[in-house]
C-alpha cells in the first residue's frame, strides 16, 4: 500500500512563490521516479517537472528556468520550489511516483490527491 501526502498549495499573486511538498508511505515498493504534473480546466494532465532516483531531472518548458524539483530518496519526498508564478500557471498540481511492488519488474504510475494552485492578483 502506497499513500501520499501532498502540502503547499494556495492563492498567490503573479511573481510570488510557492513550494509543493509530496511524501510517500508504506512499505514494499521501491521508486524510480517522483515528479509533478499539472491540470488545469478543461485541460488534460501534463508534466511539470521529474527527477529521478539517480538525480536526474526533466521539466516542461514552461517551467524550466522558474521551477526547480528536488527529491529525498531516503525519506521518499519530492519538493517542487515554483518562483515567478504567473496566471496561467494556475492549476491542480499532483504528484506523481513510478515505482515497483515487491519484487515485480513493471513500473506502475502512483498519485496523490491533488493541491490547487492558483495565481491571480
Known amino acids: 500500500q502506497v499513500q501520499f501526502v501532498e502540502s503547499g498549495g494556495g492563492l498567490v499573486q503573479p511573481g510570488g512563490s510557492l513550494r509543493l511538498s509530496c511524501a510517500a508511505s508504506?512499505?514494499?515498493?521501491?521508486?524510480?521516479?517522483m515528479g509533478w504534473y499539472r491540470q488545469a480546466p478543461g485541460k488534460p494532465r501534463d508534466l511539470v517537472a521529474v527527477?529521478?532516483?539517480?538525480?536526474?531531472?526533466n521539466y516542461a518548458d514552461s517551467a524550466k528556468g522558474r521551477f526547480t524539483i528536488s527529491r529525498d530518496n531516503a525519506k521518499n519526498t519530492v519538493d517542487l520550489q515554483m518562483n515567478s508564478l504567473k496566471p496561467e500557471d494556475t492549476a491542480v498540481y499532483y504528484c506523481?511516483?513510478?515505482?515497483?511492488?515487491?519484487?515485480?519488474?513493471?513500473?506502475?504510475?502512483?498519485w496523490g490527491q491533488g493541491t490547487q494552485v492558483t495565481v491571480s492578483s
Open positions: 506523481n511516483a513510478k515505482l515497483k511492488l515487491g519484487v515485480e519488474s513493471v513500473l506502475r504510475n502512483y
Open positions: 527527477v529521478t532516483s539517480g538525480g536526474v531531472t
Open positions: 508504506g512499505s514494499g515498493f521501491s521508486i524510480y521516479s
